[in-house]
């Protein structure tokens, strides 16, 4: 064994005992030109420890693409003259938790741009008639930042659980990826109000995305250290060719999974999804994914007619099925890649300390 296997070696199983490295320990971890190969079997070994062989599904409803926001990596974003607009109404929204239900799913997750037709009220009352109909689910939003009292009033509707990745914790980075009216400190204080009102919370980062560092990264590890979310949501920035990014090389399926596997050992109860961009980057993204700590997946229950339009990056996949075929899909990969699809709604597994 070399000296380079060898001192990787050591690195993960201190990360695997303590949950915790220096930065620059972690440094050289993410920098390894070694391979994962112990890395992914000790973030595994800890996660069918904490979760077993489960994998938990959120049926994700695309449900607008309109946005008043402006990210620079994001094909949505409101300068995007190419994007053909979509809202689904109530009743098509009430339709895919419908048929998720039906699917055995029993987490919705309401995801859009940041579209101001969707005023509280309107979320206020989607909320209240899932809650109603479907009261052993969850309800998850993910429709960007917004005051504490909306929070609030959405929570007091029945929404349990918010996403919201904070992109990324580095104040200057979060400037050039970000127009000018939006700021990190504004995103930080939406997660600690989401925090505080009592929803289960969901934070990440894109993993390769432009003028990124590994410093940054250790920065985006220190934050969720910070936050501790129930839910940590990664994956590769992928170019999108109408985005002021578009020109930019996306992020790498190594990396990506090198960063699941450090999140699991540091964060070992977290609820980790294999994503739909990480599985557009390898065909195998999401299998591959599970091996290396995610036990999440977010089957889309989004009317076909409206997917193709909800492509924040290029060559988005699962656009052309429905969710009886999207179902059919995951639960074969999950399956092959030796873990097990689960029926529940898949609440996060505290540790005791
Ligand atoms: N408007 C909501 C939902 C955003 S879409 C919000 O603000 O939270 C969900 C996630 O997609 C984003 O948080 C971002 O991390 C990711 N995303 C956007 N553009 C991307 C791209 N080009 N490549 C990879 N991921 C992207």
Known sequence: MNRHSAEK??????????????????KTLIESAEPDTELFQAADALRKKVYGEDVYTRGLVEFTNYCK?????????????????????????????????????????????????????????????????????AITLSIGEKTRESYQKYFDAGADRYLLRHETADEELYRMWHPEEMSLSNRKRCLFDLKDIGYQVGAGFMVGAPYQTTEHLITDLRFLQELDPDMIGIGPFIHQKDTPFG??????????????????????????????????????????????????VMPNLTPVSARENYLLYDEKICTG?????????????????????????????????
């Not at 996306?250 to 990396?255: Q, R």
Request: glycine residues 10%; contains cysteine; hydrophobic residues 30%.
């Open 9 to 26: 070696k050591e690195l993960v199983s201190k990360l695997n005992e303590r949950h915790d490295l220096s930065d620059s320990e972690l």
């Open 69 to 137: 926001n402006n990210c620079l990596y994001c094909g949505i974003r409101r300068g995007n003259p190419q994007v053909e607009r979509y809202r689904l109404t109530e009743e098509q929204i009430h339709q895919c938790c419908e048929a998720g239900y039906r699917l055995g799913y029993r987490t919705f997750v309401l995801q859009g741009g940041e579209d101001p037709y969707y005023t509280d009220e309107r979320i206020c009352a989607l909320v209240s008639w899932i809650r109603k109909q479907y009261p052993d689910c």
């Open 247 to 296: 020109h930019f090389e996306s992020g790498t399926l190594e990396m990506t999974l090198r960063f699941l596997a450090i999140l699991r050992l540091m964060f070992p109860d977290a609820l980790i999804p294999a994503t739909t961009a990480l599985g557009t980057i390898d065909p195998q993204g999401r299998e591959k994914g599970f091996r290396a700590g995610a036990n999440v």
């Open 321 to 353: 099925e429905d969710a009886f075929l999207c179902k059919g899909c995951l639960e074969g990969r999950v399956y092959g890649a030796g873990y097990r699809m689960v029926s529940d709604r898949g609440d996060r597994i505290h540790m005791t300390p």
